[in-house]
């Protein structure tokens, strides 16, 4: 009698395949659909755009009415038409809805707990900050270009018939200008700087108004080392940057430079997406 073995193969769980990493489009994907998942944020940015054209116009109308011909030299005339494709209260408008944009972006996730998921989801947290960096400056970006552009296209227009009306195409209206559309991007960085830190939508905004509007006025140029700690604030950089020239200015043995505004704009949303990565990398959240 013969007997026959039966070979029984026992079967095995297929080996597990490690996740593929999330490539960076993918978190700018992600982020770019969060962004617009706020409801309150197209209705913010909306209601502004239409606020802050509309102060500009009506400051040019308001020139236009007014003005009489021969009033004023032609430099301080130009500055005027300047000033009139965007005034300082639209500026500050900007500055603020901005930093306030930019802190909702990040302490909206840490009040619903979806940074929790986000960063279990993408492990690399600094990946994920500049992901979120990088839509919140397009977008505002885009937002400033848009205002400028048609503040300045429409306001210019308004102005043409009276003979004082700027191109764009000159180096100086083309500094006004590229100064307006980059307002947004450098004060929505430095919101989403301070809701990194201090995690709290309202105490963020509220830092945002201190730091950006309160703070400079605490600062003059009376001494050297006031006039720099003005010159260093986002604010006080938008207004020489909208300065053509300082002649019509009251003098100052310290007065800002063009070159040290355009530092201030780059230097403010470099320190506090540093200051940002360092702090969502070390909490817990």
């Known amino acids: 009698m013969s007997s026959t073995t039966l070979d029984r193969t026992v079967p095995t769980a297929p080996t597990a395949r490690p996740e593929p990493r999330a490539r960076f489009s993918d978190l700018l994907a992600a982020e770019w659909i969060k962004f617009w998942s706020l409801r309150s944020i197209p209705w913010v940015l909306g209601l502004s755009a239409l606020v802050i054209v509309a102060a500009n116009l009506k400051s040019a109308l308001y020139t236009r009415d007014h003005y009489v011909p021969g009033d004023g030299d032609p430099a301080a005339m130009a500055q005027v038409a300047l000033n009139d494709s965007y005034i300082n209260a639209s500026a500050t408008i900007l500055m603020l809805v901005a930093g306030a944009v930019g802190v909702i972006v990040i302490a909206g996730e840490y009040a619903t707990g979806l940074i929790r998921t986000t960063l279990a989801a993408v492990p690399d947290r600094r990946a994920v900050l500049l992901a979120k960096a990088c839509v919140l400056a397009s977008v505002m970006l885009g937002f400033g270009v848009l205002t400028a552009g048609v503040s300045f296209g429409a306001g210019q227009a308004i102005l043409s018939g009276l003979g004082i009306g700027q ?8 500094r006004y200008v590229a100064a307006a559309a980059l307002f947004g991007p450098v004060c929505a960085l430095v919101g989403l700087g301070l809701g990194v830190v201090v995690r709290h939508t309202a105490a963020a905004v509220v830092g945002v108004v201190l730091v950006l509007f309160v703070l400079p006025s605490f600062f003059t140029e009376t001494y050297r080392w006031s006039a720099d700690l003005l010159h260093a604030m986002p604010l006080a950089a938008w207004n ?14 310290y007065p800002a430079t063009v070159a040290g505004a355009w530092i201030t704009y780059l230097v403010w949303p470099l320190v506090s997406l540093a200051v940002a990565a360092v702090v969502i990398r070390r909490r817990d959240h």
């Open 240 to 253: 020489r940057l909208a300065l053509i020239s300082l002649a019509h200015r009251r003098p100052t043995d």
């Open 167 to 174: 191109s764009v195409t000159d180096p100086l209206a083309l």
